[in-house]
Nanobody, 124 residues
């Protein structure tokens, strides 16, 4: 089992950068694929990025491709989402999630563990 805690959200101007991190507790973090999702007010939660157990494979939503980068440090049990060229439409609560399989997936239903979320607000 793994517990996830996000940090690093905040307020940033459009065009700026922000990084959010997720710290995992428990052993065997390197056995989990990790993902980032977000939920804007009045909208459904959506996939943003996912990374395989060893960081070798990453997937991105089309809306963030080229602007966001997911990475992980298995020695520190952390996964990070670097967000550049932020837009007001990136405003949302950002969640990290863990999947008890090695390969990355875009499907929310495959993730069994979720953090509590961190707010990211991009002002225009």
């Amino acid at each position: 089992q793994v517990q996830l805690v996000e940090s690093g959200g905040g307020l940033v101007q459009a065009g700026g950068s922000l990084s959010v991190s997720c710290a995992a507790s428990g052993r065997s973090f390197s056995s989990y694929a990790m993902g980032w999702f977000r939920q804007a007010p009045g909208k459904e939660r959506e996939f943003i990025a996912a990374i395989s157990w060893n960081g070798g494979v990453a997937y991105y939503a089309d809306s963030v491709k080229g602007r966001f980068t997911i990475s992980r440090d298995n020695a520190k049990n952390t996964v990070r989402l670097q967000m550049n060229s932020l837009k007001p439409e990136d405003t949302a609560v950002y969640y990290c999630a863990a999947d008890r399989r090695l390969q990355a997936t875009k499907s929310q239903g495959e993730y069994g563990y979720w953090g509590q979320g961190t707010q990211v607000t991009v002002s225009s």
